[in-house]
């Protein structure tokens, strides 16, 4: 099957524009610009109506299925917001809350332009087929963790999570099962080199948070010797890359680290100032050469999936601490949310729109007031741009969102079921 989108402008990797179509052979990339030659298959045509083409937006870090508890336990700081608000709702969940709250995770990111995210939950297995059903892309994981540093709390975790990495299949293929820790202090050393051992046969790039707070970096200092980055590094986690959550603390050592083995730092603006992190020090963390994606983080500590906005405060939020508007250019941190994200989840087929990539997009629309005159591409999608503008999300050459509409998910059951899984858990 192809698909020519027709009469857009299409956002090329040096962020230039190119007037003219983009043509989709299945789920790749064939052509960007210039003239269509006739072709003898079935080919459907989309009227792009002068609108912009973009990479589609990669979430790096996310809890999808936390739409269930969407600003649940506002105003708390960050350990007593997990314990007293978010982790006695998450045990009420079940597989069918997942799935209900992934769904409706994936259309608001589908309407935000967003095609592939890491999700870090509870049930992935529920997880990856609601992912799976609507046709997003996602990388997905059991999460290791462990309440005890001598005995593995919950029992079996370890070999839950590698025989997960195994065992997990996905016939679109745009579901991937990665290893995961939550964290330096949830769970043992055991886990983190038991896990780090089983991945030299898989050798995935692994999900974690690191340094959010900077009581959890001074406490690993003080039980490890080291920074979080630097532990799990040393446990062998690291070797075959990583997408790294917050790393609001970590240091100079730390991005040296991170360059080293190939993994990603990942910047939750949104969430690091709702539970009052601190501000990540993403630009000395990208002038020391490590690659830095965006996130979202959960919806209870943002509240939304939005990556415009979380481009948008990237984007400000370090001028003003650095006291330089030169420091993170618009450019910069489009790849964050683009190109960068998708390396960082071990995808170099994606997050990029060239000849021979996958057709993963988002059709912009710039006939709007807020984005006239348009004089800097750039900083119109960071500065101006909303969420709201994204008019077509597209996945492997398949639409997923059209104009409101979501081609492959039934939205008024998706409704009912998200509803009934947020009266469930009591909320
Ligand atoms: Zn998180």
Same mark, same amino acid.
């Given at each position: 099957m192809r698909r020519v989108f027709s009469n857009g402008r299409v956002l090329t990797p040096s962020h230039a524009v190119v007037d003219g179509p983009i043509v989709v052979d299945g789920d790749w990339i064939s052509q960007i610009g210039g003239v269509v030659a006739p072709f003898e298959g079935a080919c459907e045509t989309i009227d792009l109506k002068g609108a912009l083409v973009m990479p589609g937006l990669v979430n790096a870090h996310g809890h999808t299925a936390m739409t269930l508890v969407r600003g649940v336990g506002g105003g708390l700081p960050l350990q007593r917001w997990l314990e007293e608000a978010i982790f006695p709702v998450e045990a009420k969940m079940t597989p069918e809350d997942i799935r209900a709250g992934v769904?409706?995770? +994936?259309?608001?990111?589908?309407?935000?332009?967003?095609?592939?995210?890491?999700?870090? #939950?509870?049930f992935p297995q529920a997880g990856g087929?609601?992912?799976?059903?609507?046709?997003?892309?996602?990388?997905? @994981?059991?999460?290791? %963790?462990?309440?005890?540093?001598?005995?593995?709390?919950?029992?079996?975790?370890a070999k839950e999570c590698i025989d997960f990495v195994r065992d997990?299949?996905?016939?679109?293929?745009?579901?991937?099962?990665?290893? @995961?820790? *939550?964290?330096? #202090? %949830?769970?043992?050393?055991?886990?983190?080199?038991?896990?780090?051992?089983?991945?030299?046969?898989?050798?995935?790039?692994?999900?974690? *948070?690191?340094?959010?707070?900077?009581?959890?970096?001074?406490?690993?200092?003080?039980?490890?010797?080291?920074?979080?980055?630097? #532990?799990?590094?040393?446990c062998g986690l690291l070797d075959h890359g990583g997408y790294l959550a917050h790393a609001v603390w970590a240091t100079d050592d730390?991005?040296?680290?991170?360059?080293?083995?190939?993994?990603?730092? +990942? *910047?939750?603006?949104?969430?690091?100032m709702k539970l009052g992190s601190g501000f990540a020090r993403i630009?000395?963390?990208?002038?020391?050469?490590?690659?830095?994606?965006?996130?979202?983080?959960?919806?209870?500590?943002?509240?939304?999936?939005?990556?415009?906005?979380?481009?948008h405060l990237a984007a400000l939020i *370090?001028?003003?601490?650095?006291?330089?508007?030169?420091?993170?250019?618009?450019?910069?941190? %489009?790849?964050?949310?683009?190109v960068n994200g998708a390396k960082a989840l071990g995808r170099n087929d994606t997050g990029a729109l060239a000849v021979?990539?996958?057709? =993963?997009?988002? +059709?912009?629309?710039? =006939?709007?007031?807020?984005?006239?005159? @348009?004089? =800097?591409?750039?900083?119109? %999608?960071?500065?101006?741009?909303?969420a709201s503008d994204v008019v077509m999300t597209v996945v492997d050459g398949e639409i997923l969102y059209d104009h409101g509409e979501y081609p492959t998910i039934d939205a008024g059951r998706a409704e009912f079921e998200f509803r009934a899984a947020v009266k469930r858990l009591g909320l």
């Open positions: 769904t409706w995770g +994936v259309m608001e990111m589908l309407a935000s332009g967003t095609t592939l995210v890491a999700d870090m #939950y509870d087929e609601a992912f799976a059903a609507a046709g997003m892309k996602a990388n997905v @994981c059991r999460v290791g %963790l462990c309440f005890s540093e001598t005995d593995e709390v919950p029992p079996g975790r997990f299949k996905d016939s679109t293929g745009r579901v991937v099962a990665d290893f @995961c820790v *939550h964290s330096e #202090y %949830l769970t043992s050393e055991r886990i983190v080199r038991a896990l780090a051992e089983a991945n030299a046969d898989f050798r995935r790039p692994v999900h974690a *948070h690191v340094s959010e707070t900077e009581k959890e970096h001074r406490e690993c200092l003080a039980r490890r010797g080291k920074t979080p980055i630097a #532990y799990l590094a040393d730390d991005f040296a680290v991170a360059r080293a083995k190939g993994a990603a730092l +990942v *910047h939750n603006p949104t969430s690091n630009p000395a963390a990208i002038a020391a050469g490590t690659r830095v994606a965006l996130g979202t983080d959960g919806c209870a500590s943002n509240d939304n999936l939005n990556l415009f906005e979380e481009m *370090h001028k003003g601490v650095a006291k330089d508007p030169t420091a993170l250019p618009a450019g910069a941190v %489009l790849d964050m949310a683009t021979g990539m996958k057709a =993963d997009f988002c +059709v912009v629309d710039f =006939d709007k007031p807020h984005l006239k005159p @348009c004089l =800097d591409i750039m900083n119109a %999608l960071v500065y101006s741009a909303q």
